[in-house]
């Protein structure tokens, strides 16, 4: 059975959909982190039948934006990244210079005038977005480690006082950050398209875990008595977790 894709406009937003076809009963609509599923029944493939779902898809994703604005906003597009570009993360813009070379893997360097150079394989058979997105993603990893090391240690000193086992900048999209039990904190990379009191939000979220491991009560008084406005940046996070990103 084969998958077949649609871009459904839906207020504007140009929606892409993944029509799967299987054994089911009943047509279904899932909102993945990529792509709207549209799961129909086997032997709707083609024709008036099939046009029939996807009105049916259509109409089902615009009530539900009618309830939840934001709800799409996933769906905004993906970034592409071109020669010369502006690529703008903590406060920071880059030009990025792209070149080919003969080699097999893609390289990326900062140079001293903001210049991000990014040489790709001249052989064209890859997703050269996809190897352009990886390289960014590395370099920032390695560029704001020193910055959220600086940031969580301000906060344990001010706050908190604890001994913390690690601190890593990694690409995650499952969340913003996490706090092992072994005092490992990990933040997303992501971040560093938020507001830098929303990044100083997440630092002081992970660090209240080494308190308290839940979301109790008590953890909360922790990061309002420290941040009383930390809903307005949860808000944010919630609201732009699309936009945040590469």
């Not at 994703?61 to 990244?81: N, T, W």
């Not at 090391?149 to 000193?157: I, P």
């Not at 209240?208 to 109790?216: G, K, Y």
């Amino acid at each position: 059975m084969g998958d077949k894709l649609h871009l459904l406009d839906i207020d504007g937003i140009k929606v892409p959909v993944k029509i799967v076809v299987e054994r089911r009963q009943s047509t279904r609509v899932a909102l993945g982190s990529k792509h709207v599923i549209l799961r129909i029944p086997k032997g709707v493939i083609f024709g008036p039948s099939i046009e029939k779902h996807i009105t049916w898809a259509t109409s089902w994703l615009r009530q539900l934006r009618a309830k939840r604005p934001e709800v799409l906003d996933r769906y905004l597009g993906v970034k592409e990244y071109k020669d010369g570009q502006v690529f703008a993360i903590g406060g920071r813009s880059f030009v990025l210079d792209i070149g080919y070379e003969e080699r097999e893997s893609g390289y990326i360097k900062l140079e001293e005038d903001a210049r991000l150079k990014l040489n790709l394989p001249a052989r064209r058979n890859y997703d050269e977005q996809k190897l352009i997105r990886s390289l960014l993603i590395k370099f920032c990893q390695k560029y704001f480690l020193k910055d959220v090391h600086q940031r969580v240690d301000y906060f344990n000193r001010t706050y908190f006082g604890k001994d913390i086992g690690s601190v890593k900048l990694k690409y995650n999209r499952s969340n913003w950050g996490s706090c092992s039990t072994g005092k490992n904190l990990n933040f997303s990379v992501r971040l560093y398209f938020a507001p830098t009191d929303v990044i100083d939000y997440v630092v002081v979220h992970e660090l209240a875990h080494l308190v308290e491991m839940n979301h109790s009560d008590k953890f909360w008084k922790i990061v309002g008595d420290i941040l009383p406005d930390y809903r307005i940046k949860e808000k944010v996070l919630k609201e732009n977790s699309a936009k945040f990103d590469f």
